[in-house]
């Protein structure tokens, strides 16, 4: 059974700035990929940050030069630092996982909420 256990979290006033953690245990195989997705009120669920298991990055455009995603593969733990944060960050904050050798798996964290104020 594979969980994955989010942290980081929080209230943080514009400007500021939080790392989000979330690590993977159980029995897993072959990760592909650690991703963070965010959910806003009222908007669909979008990609906000990609990790390969190759070490290859990808941002999406509103958070480009301000967040960084990491990942350590030895502990299959994937980071996202997030600074200059803006009130639009706000969201429910989603870790993905791909991973598997001939069936490719997807698990999902039970997210972890981010409230930028102005």
């Known amino acids: 059974q594979v969980k994955l256990v989010e942290s980081g979290g929080g209230l943080v006033q514009a400007g500021g700035s939080l790392r989000l953690s979330c690590a993977a245990s159980g029995t897993i195989f072959s990760i592909k990929a650690m991703n963070w997705y965010r959910q806003a009120p009222g908007k669909q669920r979008e990609l906000v940050a990609a990790?390969?298991?190759?070490?290859?990055?990808n941002y999406a455009d509103s958070v480009k030069g301000r967040f960084t995603i990491s990942g350590d593969n030895a502990k299959n733990t994937v980071y996202l630092q997030m600074n200059s944060l803006k009130p639009e960050d706000t969201a429910v904050y989603y870790c993905h996982v791909r991973a598997g050798l001939i069936r490719i798996s997807d698990y999902w964290g039970q997210g972890t909420q981010v409230t930028v104020s102005s």
């Open positions: 990790f390969s298991s190759g070490g290859s990055t």
